[in-house]
T-cell receptor
Framework: AQTVTQSQPEMSVQEAETVTLSCTYD???????LFWYKQPPSRQMILVIR??????QNATENRFSVNFQKAAKSFSLKISDSQLGDTAMYFC????????????FGTGTRLTVYSL | EPEVTQTPSHQVTQMGQEVILRCVPI?????FYWYRQILGQKVEFLVS????????KSEIFDDQFSVERPDGSNFTLKIRSTKLEDSAMYFC??????????????FGEGSWLTVV
């Protein structure tokens, strides 16, 4: 069965510092996509970054990057130069099975960025 | 930038009443979804809709739920007889193609339903 595990319920980081949020998953599929979504206090779900499993290169979007370890089924999110606006819940997600249209979400990590 | 819009943003209803949540997906998208997030919990898939019919649904999506695309733009979720445990944030989402193909699912800002 597919699972998505986010083992850090809460994390905090000082402004301008770097933080890494972990996500591990289990899937029987060989080719799949992984996503990180952000949910700020406004509660809207916003895509942060996505990774294609068959690509070895880690995805990067500005200050956000992933460390994708396919063999270990690990998909961590690194936020560099953290900003106050990064304060949010972060959810890791992947489609449950190939051909499925929906996403299966982890339980989330609440990130708080505090000022210097 | 195109976005998914949802109405109402917040609705309070009495137990046993019918509720209709409305959504306008992004115009060129073909897949539509409803997700639910009970307060403090993770986001859960309810149903996906493609080509004017349900393509997938979860165990949560029982007979009291239904979806409809009454015209070319709206996508609705109906809860026939609300229960207290239906209190949650309901997210509408859409994507051009399926998430398993790597297509981003874009979420609306959510409709917060409170059943009293």
């Amino acid at each position: 069965a597919q699972t998505v595990t986010q083992s850090q319920p809460e994390m905090s980081v000082q402004e301008a510092e770097t933080v890494t949020l972990s996500c591990t998953y289990d899937t029987s599929e060989n080719n799949y996509y992984l996503f990180w979504y952000k949910q700020p206090p406004s509660r809207q779900m916003i895509l942060v970054i996505r990774q294609e499993a068959y690509k070895q290169q880690n995805a990067t979007e500005n200050r956000f990057s992933v460390n994708f370890q396919k063999a270990a089924k690990s998909f961590s999110l690194k936020i560099s130069d953290s900003q106050l606006g990064d304060t949010a819940m972060y959810f890791c997600a992947l489609p449950i099975i190939t051909g499925a249209n929906n996403l299966f979400f982890g339980t989330g990590t609440r990130l708080t960025v505090y000022s210097l | 930038e195109p976005e998914v819009t949802q109405t109402p943003s917040h609705q309070v209803t009495q137990m046993g009443q019918e509720v209709i949540l409305r959504c306008v997906p992004i115009s060129n998208h073909l897949y539509f979804y409803w997700y639910r997030q009970i307060l403090g919990q993770k986001v859960e898939f309810l149903v996906s809709f493609y080509n004017n019919e349900i393509s997938e649904k979860s165990e949560i999506f029982d007979d009291q739920f239904s979806v409809e695309r009454p015209d070319g733009s709206n996508f609705t979720l109906k809860i026939r007889s609300t229960k207290l445990e239906d209190s949650a944030m309901y997210f509408c989402a859409s994507s051009i193609l399926s998430a398993s193909s790597g297509n981003t699912i874009y979420f609306g800002e959510g409709s917060w339903l409170t059943v009293v």
